[in-house]
Structure formats: structure tokens, C-alpha cells
């Protein structure tokens, strides 16, 4: 089978060409710029890619090797409802499916059990730290993570594997199309609004998600914020326990948790003793774009809803005290939109506080662009007085660099992507 891959250079499209790769598929795929990841999935055999996405080439490809699945992001039909490719598989029959479609085929045609991890915030690195726990326990694992990993590729498939586990995303309503042995939910705080209107219709979807899945393991605040009930299936965890402070060793409670969370679920389906698969998760390297060192004391991280926000700087502050800097790139002026009643107090803890403007995609062209200046305004007075806005430029790369010789944590809140503060943090300090 051939499968056509549209925007392989994506977080998460780029993974499932490289398992559909491994699970011996055909496949090709486009992207509208060329990218480091397209250059890494080229020297890992995806060879057949191509930069732009018009009908002509596509339908080279088509003729030289017909396309059977057409494969593309959530975002795609959104951003673009008359985009070039997806029209000419339509009108050439050629199958075409969001990316949910095409990971559970190759989950039920490799006989594979699904191990999800969903939730508003820490997914990413809960999901990486369980395949952390399958590879150091030499368990043949199958994945997909919305990362770079140190120890592994962001998306594999091995023949030998048992299971598959997934970061499964809210997004688009994606993770309502698997039915998972085991989900772990890391948090819940409503989101991504052009999707769910109101909390009650973000909360009903985590309900579904749940009710398909044969077992779960859960924060006892989600737990009753869902109002479920006590069952055998579930698992409840407490955000206080004290072992989160007395066992791992961890950076950060947001990790220790995280951390905490995989140890539990894990022992649904490992039988190894909890304090083994503690130690090993105490050794978790991190992941790429979560508190993420790009230089001595300066660091990225892709927390962007208030939730993230609050657990990186606790990171942060945990590991310099009160000499802690931002640098505050929001992800999405509508979602900058949604948190603007929250972004008053959430900075008043630090030392210094630099608004560059927000990184924007799949936006509402009708709200009104909230730029450094008016997020600025939008701050409490405590937080005003030692805030400022700011561009990507010389005099922003003075001011951190006077910071990091000074001897101040500067974390860099950052979409990530082209043109982010993320790729610009790279090519200034790296």
C-alpha cells in the first residue's frame, strides 16, 4: 500500500510516516517548506519527499506509483478547505483520512494494545517517559510522541512489540477514535476553544475517551471534576501524596508527577517491582522543547496554556530560586484571547518578564491581534512594573544575554516552529 503523507514535516504526521515506514508501507509525502525533520526523515528511508503541495505534483507521483491513502493533519481541511492535494485525491478517488484513521489500521492489523496518554497539558512528556520505561527495561515498545527524543525516534514501530503507546490528542477530537487497554490522563483545563465551545463540551469528549478505554489512571482533581465515579477500572491519584517529593528525584512537580503517573499505570501490564520502575524514571533525560537547555541558563519550553505555564515556572523558580527570567511568545492570538483573564497574575513571581508577539496559526481573523503592548496592559501592576515588550532582535538578545551573566534562569515560553522565538533562541545562543 502506498500511503501519501501531507505535511510529513509535522509534530505529528512526520512520526506515522516514519511507523508506517517501518510496519512495510509505501511512502511518500509533501510539505510546504523544507525543514531539519525533512532532511531526518530522508536519511531514515522516506526518500520520496518533496517540497510544495500543488495538483501537478502530486499527480507525478500518483503516476509514477499510485496513491491508495492520502494522509493529512487535523489543521488542513481548517486552514485551507480547497488545498490542492487534498482536492485532486477526491476527484481521483483516492482515499483520504485524518491521521486517527490510518494509526489504528496499523494498531489492529499488527494486533498491538494501545497505551494512551491524554490530557490538557503534560502529555507529551508523560508518553515520552513510558517509552523511556519500556526501552531501559529492553521491552520492545511501539510509539508515537510529539517530540525529539534523545533515546529514540519521535515515531517507531518494532515487529516484536506487544503494544503501542500513544500520545493521543484532544485536538480535532483525535483521541476519540481509539479504544485504549490503559489511558492516562495527566490533566484536565479546558482548551483549544475553536473546537469545544464550552467547557462542559471539552469535559463530555475526556468523558467518551474514558468510557472506551478498559482501564485509566487519573488525578483525583480531574477525577472529580469529571464526576465519575468509584470502579475497578479506574485508578486515582493524589496530586499531594507525599511519595512525589520522597521518591523521585526529579526537576519540577510537574515531572515528579508525570513520572508518578507512568509508574502507576505501568504496573498494570510490567510486572516489575514500582521502586525498579521508579529508579529508572528518575533517569529520564527530558525531551526536546520541555525545559529544554539551549545555552548555560537558558532554557525553551513549549508551555503555553496557563497550566503549563504555572508548572514550568515552578521548575524554573525550584531550580534558581528568585533570579528566574521570561521571555513570553504566546501560541495563537485566539488563545491568547481565551487566557487573557488569567495572564494577570501568572507572572508575578518573576525577576523580569519580556513580551515578544505571539506566535499565530489557525486564527480568527475577525478577533483583534492582542500585540506585546496589550498583553502587557492586560498584567496585574506588580507584574507591569518589571515587564516590557519585546521584538526578536538585537536588543532582546542583549537583554538575555546580560541575564545569563548576571547569573538568571531565562526560560523562553515558545510555540516553536518557523519563525518562533524557539528556532530564533537557536540561531542566537546554540
Known amino acids: 500500500m502506498h500511503i501519501y503523507f501531507s505535511g510529513i514535516g509535522g509534530a505529528a504526521i512526520g512520526p506515522l510516516a516514519l511507523i508506517a515506514k517501518q510496519a512495510g508501507y509505501e511512502v511518500s509525502g509533501s510539505d510546504i517548506q523544507p525543514s531539519d525533520y525533512i532532511d531526518y526523515l530522508q536519511t531514515h528511508g522516506i526518500k520520496d519527499i518533496h517540497i510544495g503541495q500543488t495538483s501537478e505534483q502530486i499527480a507525478k507521483v500518483n503516476e509514477l506509483k499510485p496513491i491508495d491513502w492520502f494522509v493529512y493533519s487535523s489543521a488542513l481541511p481548517k486552514t485551507d478547505p480547497d488545498h490542492a492535494e487534498l482536492k485532486f485525491c477526491q476527484r481521483n478517488g483516492i482515499k ?55 533515546f529514540g525516534e519521535p515515531g517507531e514501530f518494532d515487529p516484536q512489540s506487544k503494544h503501542f503507546i500513544y500520545e493521543a490528542d484532544e485536538y480535532d477530537r483525535n483521541f476519540l477514535s481509539f479504544h485504549p487497554e490503559v489511558s492516562l490522563i495527566t490533566g484536565l483545563d479546558w482548551d483549544h476553544p475553536d473546537i469545544y465551545a464550552t467547557r462542559q463540551a471539552y469535559d463530555d469528549a475526556f468523558r467518551q475517551f474514558l468510557k472506551q478505554s478498559q482501564a485509566a489512571v487519573m488525578w483525583q482533581t480531574d477525577v472529580k471534576a469529571l464526576g465519575l465515579s468509584a470502579a475497578d477500572n479506574l485508578t486515582v491519584l493524589k496530586e499531594d501524596d507525599p511519595k512525589l517529593n520522597q521518591e523521585f528525584t526529579l526537576k519540577g512537580l510537574v515531572n515528579r508527577q508525570n513520572a508518578w503517573q507512568v509508574a502507576q499505570a505501568a504496573q ?54 528568585d ?59 506588580s507584574a507591569k512594573g518589571q515587564a516590557a515588550a519585546a521584538k526578536l532582535d538585537g536588543n532582546l538578545k542583549t537583554a538575555i544575554q546580560k541575564h545569563l551573566d548576571a547569573g538568571d534562569l531565562v526560560l523562553c515560553l515558545t510555540a516553536g516552529g518557523p519563525g518562533s522565538l524557539d528556532e530564533w533562541l537557536r540561531k542566537e545562543f546554540a
Open 96 to 150: 483520504t483520512s485524518k491521521r486517527d484513521e490510518l494509526l489504528n489500521k496499523i494498531i489492529t492489523d499488527k494486533n498491538l494494545k494501545l497505551l494512551a496518554i491524554a490530557g490538557t497539558h503534560g502529555k507529551t512528556t508523560t508518553t515520552a517517559m513510558m517509552v523511556w520505561l519500556f526501552k531501559q527495561l529492553n521491552i520492545p515498545i511501539s510509539y508515537s510522541v510529539g517530540a525529539k527524543l534523545s
Open 323 to 381: 533570579n528566574v527570567v521570561v521571555v513570553y511568545e504566546g501560541l495563537h492570538n485566539l488563545r491568547q484571547h481565551f487566557i487573557k483573564d488569567q495572564l494577570k497574575n501568572l507572572f508575578d513571581g518573576v525577576k523580569q518578564l519580556y513580551i515578544v508577539p505571539s506566535y499565530l496559526a489557525r486564527e480568527d481573523p475577525n478577533l483583534e491581534l492582542l500585540t506585546p503592548d496589550k498583553i502587557l496592559d492586560l498584567l496585574s501592576n
Open 268 to 321: 498494570k501490564f510490567l510486572s516489575e517491582p514500582l521502586d525498579k520502575l521508579i529508579k529508572i524514571l528518575n533517569e529520564f533525560p527530558g525531551l526536546a522543547r520541555r525545559f529544554e537547555r539551549i545555552a548555560p541558563n537558558l532554557y525553551s519550553d513549549y508551555a503555553h496554556t496557563p497550566a503549563k505555564i504555572r508548572g514550568a515556572l515552578q521548575r524554573a523558580h525550584e531550580v534558581a530560586g
